[in-house]
Nanobody, 127 residues
Framework: QMQLVESGGGLVQTGGSLRLSCAGS????????MGWFRQAPGKEREFVAA????????EYADSVKGRFAISRDNAKNTVYLQMNSLKPEDTAVYFC????????????????????WGQGTQVTVSS
């Protein structure tokens, strides 16, 4: 079992920045790729970013490339999502997730590859 807790969401104006954090516990955090997904009202959950167990490989959705950066600190069992140049269309609940298989590379971009999910944190970007 693995528990994931997100934090760092909030209300920000267009063009602003936020950094989300996701703290993991209960399983060897450093063995698993981690992902960030988001879900806006009335829409399906979508992939945002992912990072391999070592942090050596990252993947991004086209909509966030060049604006968002995923990173991890395995010593702190934490994965981060730095979000810059935020737009109203980035408004959503953001979820972090842990891969179901250890040492997967490259990191998966589909939700089905992830077994453990946090409760989500709301990000609202005002225009």
């Amino acid at each position: 079992q693995m528990q994931l807790v997100e934090s760092g969401g909030g209300l920000v104006q267009t063009g602003g920045s936020l950094r989300l954090s996701c703290a993991g516990s209960g399983r060897a955090f450093n063995l698993y790729a981690m992902g960030w997904f988001r879900q806006a009202p009335g829409k399906e959950r979508e992939f945002v970013a992912a990072i391999t167990w070592s942090g050596g490989n990252t993947e991004y959705a086209d909509s966030v490339k060049g604006r968002f950066a995923i990173s991890r600190d395995n010593a702190k069992n934490t994965v981060y999502l730095q979000m810059n140049s935020l737009k109203p269309e980035d408004t959503a609940v953001y979820f972090c997730a842990a891969d179901s298989h250890s040492y997967r590379a490259p990191a998966a971009t589909i939700a089905g590859a992830y077994s453990y999910w946090g409760q989500g944190t709301q990000v609202t970007v005002s225009s």
